[in-house]
Protein backbone atom coordinates (compact mmCIF):
# COMPACT_ATOMS: atom_id res chain seq x y z
CA UNK A 1 0.00 0.00 0.00
CA UNK A 2 0.88 3.58 -0.93
CA UNK A 3 0.20 5.89 2.02
CA UNK A 4 0.75 9.88 0.36
CA UNK A 5 0.59 12.10 3.84
CA UNK A 6 0.92 15.63 4.07
CA UNK A 7 1.24 17.51 7.47
CA UNK A 8 0.58 21.36 8.01
CA UNK A 9 2.72 24.07 10.30
CA UNK A 10 0.75 27.19 10.99
CA UNK A 11 3.32 30.05 12.73
CA UNK A 12 1.32 32.65 14.70
CA UNK A 13 2.43 35.76 16.55
CA UNK A 14 0.96 35.94 20.23
CA UNK A 15 0.40 39.51 21.24
CA UNK A 16 -0.13 41.46 24.45
CA UNK A 17 -2.49 44.59 24.82
CA UNK A 18 -0.21 46.91 23.35
CA UNK A 19 0.39 44.89 20.44
CA UNK A 20 3.38 43.85 21.39
CA UNK A 21 5.10 39.97 19.94
CA UNK A 22 4.99 38.15 22.82
CA UNK A 23 7.90 34.91 23.58
CA UNK A 24 5.40 32.46 23.62
CA UNK A 25 7.37 29.43 25.23
CA UNK A 26 7.38 32.14 28.62
CA UNK A 27 3.59 31.21 28.67
CA UNK A 28 3.08 27.83 28.06
CA UNK A 29 2.44 28.24 24.70
CA UNK A 30 4.31 25.77 21.26
CA UNK A 31 6.75 27.45 19.67
CA UNK A 32 9.20 26.93 17.03
CA UNK A 33 12.92 27.32 17.18
CA UNK A 34 13.45 31.07 16.28
CA UNK A 35 11.74 31.78 19.85
CA UNK A 36 8.71 34.54 18.97
CA UNK A 37 6.17 32.70 16.91
CA UNK A 38 3.17 30.01 18.22
CA UNK A 39 3.53 26.83 16.05
CA UNK A 40 0.75 24.76 15.61
CA UNK A 41 1.02 21.29 14.07
CA UNK A 42 -1.35 18.90 12.36
CA UNK A 43 -0.90 14.75 12.60
CA UNK A 44 -0.04 14.01 9.08
CA UNK A 45 -2.79 12.69 7.41
CA UNK A 46 -4.13 11.81 3.60
CA UNK A 47 -7.66 13.46 5.00
CA UNK A 48 -8.69 16.62 4.21
CA UNK A 49 -10.89 16.59 6.84
CA UNK A 50 -8.83 14.98 9.06
CA UNK A 51 -5.99 17.74 9.00
CA UNK A 52 -8.59 20.91 8.45
CA UNK A 53 -10.35 19.77 11.61
CA UNK A 54 -6.79 19.00 13.52
CA UNK A 55 -5.38 22.19 12.92
CA UNK A 56 -8.40 24.45 13.70
CA UNK A 57 -9.01 22.49 16.95
CA UNK A 58 -5.63 23.19 17.71
CA UNK A 59 -5.78 26.82 17.10
CA UNK A 60 -9.00 27.62 18.70
CA UNK A 61 -7.73 26.07 21.48
CA UNK A 62 -4.55 27.90 21.78
CA UNK A 63 -6.78 31.18 20.66
CA UNK A 64 -8.79 30.78 24.02
CA UNK A 65 -5.97 30.29 26.33
CA UNK A 66 -4.06 33.56 24.83
CA UNK A 67 -8.03 35.37 25.26
CA UNK A 68 -7.68 34.30 29.24
CA UNK A 69 -4.07 35.61 29.65
CA UNK A 70 -5.23 38.85 27.89
CA UNK A 71 -3.17 38.57 24.57
CA UNK A 72 -4.19 37.48 21.35
CA UNK A 73 -3.07 35.65 18.29
CA UNK A 74 -2.40 37.89 15.02
CA UNK A 75 -2.69 35.43 11.83
CA UNK A 76 -0.38 37.74 9.55
CA UNK A 77 2.49 37.30 7.23
CA UNK A 78 4.77 39.35 8.51
CA UNK A 79 5.08 42.25 11.22
CA UNK A 80 7.71 45.37 11.35
CA UNK A 81 9.98 45.29 14.59
CA UNK A 82 12.50 47.06 16.08
CA UNK A 83 16.57 46.54 15.45
CA UNK A 84 16.72 46.05 19.45
CA UNK A 85 14.37 42.97 18.96
CA UNK A 86 15.47 41.33 16.46
CA UNK A 87 18.72 41.32 18.36
CA UNK A 88 17.71 40.30 21.62
CA UNK A 89 15.94 37.15 19.94
CA UNK A 90 18.36 36.55 18.09
CA UNK A 91 20.93 36.59 21.08
CA UNK A 92 18.60 34.95 23.30
CA UNK A 93 17.41 32.09 20.67
CA UNK A 94 21.29 31.91 19.22
CA UNK A 95 20.15 32.33 15.75
CA UNK A 96 23.60 32.45 14.64
CA UNK A 97 24.18 29.19 15.62
CA UNK A 98 20.84 27.98 13.80
CA UNK A 99 22.05 25.78 10.34
CA UNK A 100 19.91 27.04 7.67
CA UNK A 101 19.32 23.68 6.07
CA UNK A 102 16.37 25.76 3.90
CA UNK A 103 16.90 25.08 -0.12
CA UNK A 104 15.70 27.06 -2.78
CA UNK A 105 14.79 25.43 -6.95
CA UNK A 106 15.89 28.91 -8.12
CA UNK A 107 18.90 29.40 -6.45
CA UNK A 108 17.89 32.00 -3.81
CA UNK A 109 20.69 32.47 -1.73
CA UNK A 110 17.65 34.09 0.75
CA UNK A 111 15.36 32.25 3.14
CA UNK A 112 13.12 32.10 6.04
CA UNK A 113 15.30 29.92 8.56
CA UNK A 114 15.89 32.74 11.47
CA UNK A 115 12.02 34.47 10.79
CA UNK A 116 13.71 37.86 10.03
CA UNK A 117 13.89 39.33 6.96
CA UNK A 118 14.69 42.79 5.25
CA UNK A 119 13.48 44.44 9.15
CA UNK A 120 10.30 42.34 9.30
CA UNK A 121 9.42 39.18 11.77
CA UNK A 122 8.00 36.41 9.02
CA UNK A 123 5.31 33.61 9.94
CA UNK A 124 4.40 31.13 7.44
CA UNK A 125 2.37 27.80 6.79
CA UNK A 126 4.42 25.20 6.17
CA UNK A 127 3.32 22.15 4.35
CA UNK A 128 5.23 18.67 5.17
CA UNK A 129 4.59 16.31 2.20
CA UNK A 130 5.99 12.23 2.41
CA UNK A 131 5.19 8.90 0.53
CA UNK A 132 5.58 5.46 2.18
CA UNK A 133 5.13 1.68 1.19
CA UNK A 134 3.58 -0.35 3.71
CA UNK A 135 3.65 -3.63 3.05
CA UNK A 136 3.28 -5.67 5.91
CA UNK A 137 5.13 -4.66 9.31
CA UNK A 138 7.45 -2.68 7.09
CA UNK A 139 7.25 0.84 5.89
CA UNK A 140 9.63 2.21 3.42
CA UNK A 141 9.69 5.71 2.48
CA UNK A 142 9.64 7.07 -1.41
CA UNK A 143 11.41 9.64 -2.37
CA UNK A 144 9.21 12.09 -3.93
CA UNK A 145 9.82 14.90 -6.81
CA UNK A 146 10.71 17.94 -4.80
CA UNK A 147 10.82 20.50 -7.78
CA UNK A 148 8.23 19.58 -9.22
CA UNK A 149 6.14 19.40 -6.23
CA UNK A 150 7.75 23.21 -5.24
CA UNK A 151 7.12 24.46 -8.70
CA UNK A 152 3.55 23.37 -8.72
CA UNK A 153 3.09 24.83 -5.15
CA UNK A 154 4.43 28.37 -6.11
CA UNK A 155 2.35 28.51 -9.28
CA UNK A 156 -0.71 27.90 -8.03
CA UNK A 157 -0.14 29.99 -4.60
CA UNK A 158 2.64 32.85 -6.26
CA UNK A 159 -0.44 35.94 -6.03
CA UNK A 160 -0.55 35.09 -1.96
CA UNK A 161 2.81 34.18 -1.87
CA UNK A 162 4.39 37.52 -3.38
CA UNK A 163 1.36 39.66 -1.77
CA UNK A 164 3.11 38.69 1.77
CA UNK A 165 7.27 38.72 0.58
CA UNK A 166 7.69 35.38 1.10
CA UNK A 167 10.48 33.45 -0.73
CA UNK A 168 9.24 31.02 -3.92
CA UNK A 169 10.91 27.87 -4.33
CA UNK A 170 11.57 27.99 -0.12
CA UNK A 171 12.01 23.91 0.85
CA UNK A 172 13.22 21.80 3.32
CA UNK A 173 14.74 18.08 3.54
CA UNK A 174 13.49 15.39 5.71
CA UNK A 175 13.62 12.21 7.29
CA UNK A 176 9.35 11.71 6.13
CA UNK A 177 10.18 13.53 2.69
CA UNK A 178 10.56 17.48 2.92
CA UNK A 179 8.76 20.44 4.00
CA UNK A 180 7.64 23.29 1.54
CA UNK A 181 8.05 27.13 3.49
CA UNK A 182 7.28 29.55 1.03
CA UNK A 183 3.10 30.11 2.08
CA UNK A 184 2.37 32.91 4.40
CA UNK A 185 0.57 31.73 7.68
CA UNK A 186 -2.94 33.77 6.68
CA UNK A 187 -3.34 32.10 3.24
CA UNK A 188 -6.45 29.52 2.77
CA UNK A 189 -5.34 26.50 4.74
CA UNK A 190 -8.47 24.76 3.07
CA UNK A 191 -7.29 25.46 -0.24
CA UNK A 192 -3.84 24.32 0.56
CA UNK A 193 -5.03 20.82 1.73
CA UNK A 194 -7.01 19.83 -0.47
CA UNK A 195 -4.36 21.27 -3.25
CA UNK A 196 -1.53 19.59 -2.15
CA UNK A 197 -3.14 16.38 -1.61
CA UNK A 198 -4.27 16.19 -5.19
CA UNK A 199 -0.37 17.04 -6.23
CA UNK A 200 0.57 14.17 -3.86
CA UNK A 201 -1.70 11.82 -5.84
CA UNK A 202 -0.39 13.31 -9.29
CA UNK A 203 2.74 13.21 -8.82
Same mark, same amino acid.
Given at each position: ???????????????????????? !???????????????????? !???????????? &??? =?????????????????????? =?? %???? %?? *???????? &????????????? *??????????????????? =????????????????????????????????????????????? =??????? *?????????????????? &????
Amino acid at each position: MILNEIGLELEVFLLDKLGNILEP !SIYGFPSDEMGFLIEIRSEP !SDDPRLLWNDIH &LKK =SIIGHKAKKLGFRLDLVPYKKV =SK %YFME %YI *SSKYMHDL &LPDHTQNIYGSIL *SHHTGFLNGLATAGLHVHF =SRREIIGNKCQIIRLPIRSIVRRMDDHFKKKILEANRILGEYELK =SHGFEYR *SLPNNINIKEVINYSIQI &LEEV
